[in-house]
């Protein structure tokens, strides 16, 4: 009896190594397979998703992480600088392979750049900068250049002269800082011009009504108005022609976004600047794969902004 014990004891530890090598070999096998599996990971943080620049650029992103089979997640800041670091966060503990980051505050995301330079996880920017941290690249437009084309369009459209509104965009970020430095050295280089009125309205076209508005009603002489982009220009628009203004005074606003075409086309709108936000959204997903491969880019990637009139409104590339 005591042999036949042993001997089954024996067979029934042999049975368990068996069992315990054919479990190790399916976890080796699973786990192999999801490794291959593995698509790249990137988070977008954007800094707001209630714009339709910024929701173009977030499907022009999402349609190049398609085309790449790319496991791309977007979170919306809400142009919360507090929510975005904790958005950013939330990204970085999602296995994240590559972060791409849109400021909504260029001095505030310093924080959640360096965070994500604590984790290792490669960082870029795109169309606004970060003002501290590191980051491999910056992807946007020549903000500068924009404010420069605005005021050279209505130095043109005037004849170098008239007085002149300008509604700033956030002059938190460097791209509310430029489009206006822009802008304003052409005012200042144009002595025919007089600056009679300088708001932000925080690239948000509902603020941007209201000022016009109340610019409008202080204001009985204006000829023409610059809106740093064109949700504001679009708001400073629509208080203009409900005070029965549209035809003494010429608009120009920024980014090339359709309803500012649409209001080119029915001209009520003389002109935009085209900052394709399709284009952007792409190009920092095609970026972010080539970082993922450690090939080089540049340090700074600025894309092409054009003016956008009645005269070449269909040439112009947006999409």
């Known amino acids: 009896m005591k042999k036949i014990f042993s001997l089954l004891a024996l067979l029934t530890m042999i049975i368990g190594l068996v069992g315990c090598s054919m ?23 954007m800094n707001t998703l209630n714009n339709p620049f910024f929701v173009a650029v977030k499907e ?46 260029s001095d505030a995301i310093a924080q959640a750049v360096k965070k994500a330079n604590d984790a290792k996880i490669p960082v870029f920017t795109i169309d606004r900068q970060s003002n501290g ?34 509604i700033q965009g956030i002059l938190g970020t460097n791209v509310g800082q430029l489009r206006s430095k822009g802008f304003n050295e052409i ?24 000022v016009m508005e109340d610019i409008l009603q202080a204001q009985p002489k204006i000829d023409g108005v610059y809106a740093a982009n064109d949700e504001m220009a679009l708001g400073a628009l629509a208080a203009i022609e409900a005070a029965g203004r549209l035809d003494e ?11 500012a075409l649409e209001a080119i086309r029915s001209k009520k709108l003389e002109a935009t600047i085209a900052e394709p936000p399709v284009f952007l959204g792409k190009e920092a997903i095609l970026t ?32």
Request: some cysteine; overall charge negative; aromatic content about 2%.
């Open 23 to 45: 479990d190790e070999g399916t976890s080796t096998k699973t786990d192999t397979k999801a490794k291959e599996d593995d698509s790249l990971k990137v988070g977008l943080s």
């Open 60 to 105: 022009g992103a999402e349609a190049q992480a398609k085309e790449e089979n790319i496991d791309l997640v977007v979170t919306d800041a809400q142009n919360d600088p507090g929510k975005q670091l904790a958005d950013v966060e939330n990204l970085l503990q999602q296995n994240i392979d590559v972060l791409i980051i849109d400021p909504a505050d």
């Open 133 to 166: 941290g590191e980051v491999i690249t910056h992807i946007g437009f020549d903000a500068l250049k924009s404010g420069n084309i605005a005021g050279n369009f209505l130095k043109d459209a005037l004849g170098g002269k008239g007085k002149i509104v300008e």
């Open 187 to 210: 005012m200042e280089a144009n002595p025919g011009f007089e600056v009679v009125a300088r708001q932000a309205a925080n690239f948000d076209r509902g603020e941007a009504m209201k």
């Open 249 to 259: 005074i010429t608009l120009i606003g920024c980014d090339a976004v359709d309803p």
């Open 288 to 319: 972010a794969v080539k970082i993922s491969k450690k090939e080089s880019v540049e340090k700074e990637v600025i894309l092409d902004s054009t003016l956008v009139t009645p005269e070449n409104i269909d040439q112009v590339k947006t999409k």
